[in-house]
Structure formats: structure tokens, C-alpha cells
């Protein structure tokens, strides 16, 4: 079956403006992550959802990031006022479940640029 | 989550074993050894997990020490594909613990 897709593959946008990017998760999947990943370093975790719910958004680094996942499926990580440390490759992942050993599974991602 | 110490770079010839060292001296008993790698401009893929027992794959093995504070990720015929950085993560299975947290990895280069 398909994986993880991201959309766009690319999006640059200017200081200051407003950004949504898209996750769809495999099918059936009920867990989604998002993560953020700076040139040269490992992705760092912003948020998760259970459902529709966030159920930990401990690294969304402040309030103009939010995410939502209204029907359990597709998720939109949404930025405002873009800075140009916002400048990154935005992952999304994706697990069955939660319970024990669950693996979770990338998408290719978004590179973010912020002129 | 333990934290994880890995090399930061490796070489290995074409059509041998890559052989990748992991630390994680402060794991405890309910924490899972993952293994994930990135190929430059692609999302992490996932390669395998152990919690004690070793275990393999159509991708790899994993070796875990009897007192769990270390593994070896084993590519047993490495190629030119298998180049990418290469992430050691340990991680519980409790409530609070789903995130993966990565640290920077060891980058595998495969010489022809």
C-alpha cells in the first residue's frame, strides 16, 4: 500500500506570512507525528495526535504552530508569521497504534524555506 | 527516554558487513532498541527493533549485549545504497513515551 505523503515536496514563502503543509498518513493508521528536522541535526519531535486529538504537543516551540487532524486522517501542520529559523524539513510519520513496540513510518517530507 | 551515543562517521567497503555501534548505558527494562536510517533528502526509514533478544531481518541485524546497555546494527553485505546516516533510539513503551527522539547519528559511508 502507499506510505506517508507530504505536501508540497518544497515551499518557499516570505518572513512574515502564513504556511500550511499536509500529511497523509497510511491508511488505517491511527497515531500521526510530526517532527522538524535543521540541516545537519536529527529530527526533533513537535507533535502527536491519537485520533483526532492531540494527544502531546510538548514540542511545538511556540504558539504560531498549531496542527489539526479534524477527521482522524489527514493532518495540516499550520505556521503563522513565518521567522526564518521556521527554515527546515517538516516530517510527518505515522504509527498503527501506541501500544508497545509500534513503529512508525516517514514520509519524504516538506522543506520549508523562509526568505 | 535513554540517551544514545554512536559514532559520528563510519566507512565500509562495498560487499562487506557494516558493522554500527550504539551506547545506551542508562536504558531501562521496558526500553526498545530502534534502528532507523535517512538517505540524503528523504524522511527517516525504519530498519528493525529488540528489546533483548537479537534479531533480524530482511534489512539487517541487531545484536544486543546480555546487560542491554549496548547493540550493533549489522548490514550484512553493505552497497552503495545503504550510505546514509544511520539512528540509534531508545524508547519506552509507556504512556508518555511515544515520540522518537533522535540524536545526530552515525553516517555510513559505503566505498566502491
Known amino acids: 500500500g502507499a506510505g506517508v505523503s507530504q505536501t508540497p515536496s518544497n515551499k518557499v514563502t516570505e518572513k512574515g506570512k502564513y504556511v500550511e503543509l499536509r500529511c497523509d498518513p497510511i491508511s488505517g493508521h491511527t497515531a500521526l507525528y510530526w517532527y522538524r528536522q535543521s540541516l545537519g541535526q536529527g529530527p526533533e519531535f513537535l507533535i502527536y495526535?491519537?485520533?483526532?486529538?492531540?494527544?502531546?504537543d510538548s514540542g511545538l516551540p511556540n504558539d504560531r504552530f498549531f496542527a489539526v487532524r479534524p477527521e482522524g486522517s489527514v493532518s495540516t501542520l499550520k505556521i503563522q508569521r513565518t521567522e526564518r529559523g521556521d527554515s527546515a524539513v517538516y516530517l510527518c510519520a505515522s504509527s498503527f497504534n501506541t501500544i508497545g513496540p509500534h513503529t512508525q513510518y516517514f514520509g519524504p517530507g516538506t522543506r520549508l524555506t523562509v526568505l | 527516554d535513554a540517551k544514545t551515543t554512536q559514532p559520528t562517521s563510519m566507512d565500509c567497503a562495498e560487499g562487506r558487513a557494516a558493522n554500527l555501534p550504539c551506547n545506551h548505558s542508562?536504558?531501562?527494562?521496558?526500553?526498545?532498541v530502534y534502528w532507523y536510517r535517512q538517505i540524503h533528502s528523504q524522511g527517516p526509514q525504519y530498519i528493525i527493533h529488540?528489546?533483548?533478544n537479537n534479531e533480524t531481518n530482511e534489512m539487517a541485524s541487531l545484536i544486543i549485549t546480555e546487560d542491554r546497555k549496548s547493540s550493533t546494527l549489522i548490514l550484512p553485505h553493505a552497497t552503495l545504497r545503504d550510505t546514509a546516516v544511520y539512528y540509534c533510539?531508545?524508547?519506552?513503551?509507556?504512556?508518555?513515551?511515544?515520540?522518537?527522539?533522535f540524536g545526530t547519528g552515525t553516517r555510513l559511508t559505503i566505498i566502491p
Open positions: 529488540g528489546l533483548k
Open positions: 533510539i531508545v524508547r519506552g513503551t509507556n504512556f508518555g513515551n511515544e515520540k522518537l527522539t
Open positions: 495526535f491519537q485520533g483526532t486529538g492531540a494527544a502531546d
Open positions: 542508562t536504558i531501562s527494562g521496558n526500553e526498545y
